[in-house]
């Protein structure tokens, strides 16, 4: 098949649209940069630190806002968490590393073990109650939000595509999690407060467009999954979407589209009806609607059993 716009062999079809490399990657990037656009996601002059793990998606944004750092006028820097996780962890890093020496990226690490005195694995072998995403989920947001304090940063972006956050409504629908789904859209949040506004450039790209501008741009990072990843439910979900897609071409796009359409208004609702005050934690200042945050709750549970 050749591409719907030049005489070239395609690599990717669309369902409308057959693209070769070049028009692939003209159309993807064209994708994200309209979404910048059209939410305000970016400013020029924003320093923007990107949530990175190592893995494709997060790679791929990292590249993406690098590339068009100039375009932009802003400052990339990559924000990479370390928990501790053996055979995991180390194996992103180091190539995420090697990716940010290649490219002039400047990546800061931040180690659950400077932050909380213990790695990951070490915490789950003392604390059997709380799940291992509990933890890690809890203490990663801490660390992103002391990342952006101490980096001076103007936003964070994370590489959450369009399966993602389709996905995420479905299960936070499924919990009754209304909080989390005021909370969603291409720019995170409900509530102002002490945090650093987070972005997500790539809400309209779906997972497989994301994995094919990666493998086109010759980004190959090592295939690792945590170990620790239990979530029958988000499987069951995504592969129950995925037999609604087969069924009906462009499902998460419609869905995810109608979704933002009505999005400010569910979040205008959720802050007249939810009167949440933040304040700083007791402890590290952390915005919290408590004394002390969930990550110090946490943290000072594991010190006692250390």
Known sequence: MKCSFC???????????????KHFIENFENKALSTIEKYNLIEAGDKVGVAVSGGKDSISLLYFLNKYGDYLNIDVVGVHIDEGIAGYRNILTEYLLEFSRRNNIK????????????????????????????????????????????????????????????????????????????????????LDGDFIPRIKPFYFITEKETTTYAILNGLYPPWAECPYIVNQIRDEIRKWLYKIESKYPNFHRKFLERFVYALDRIKEDYRK??????????YCKYPTTRDVCRACEIKLTISDKM
């Open 7 to 21: 005489n070239e062999k395609s690599v990717y079809f669309d369902g409308e649209h057959a693209y070769c490399k």
């Open 107 to 190: 990546i800061y690490i931040y180690k659950f073990s400077d932050y909380f005195n213990i790695k990951l694995d070490e915490a789950l072998k003392l604390e059997k109650k709380l799940k291992s995403c509990t933890i890690c989920g809890v203490w990663r947001r801490w660390l992103m939000w002391r990342a952006a304090r101490e980096l001076k940063l103007d936003k964070l972006a994370t590489a959450h595509n369009l399966n993602d956050e389709v996905q995420t409504i479905i299960m936070n629908i499924f919990e009754g999690n209304i909080k989390d789904i005021a909370k969603g859209g291409p720019k995170v949040g409900i």
């Open 273 to 282: 009806k939810e009167k949440v005050n933040l304040k700083p934690c007791r």
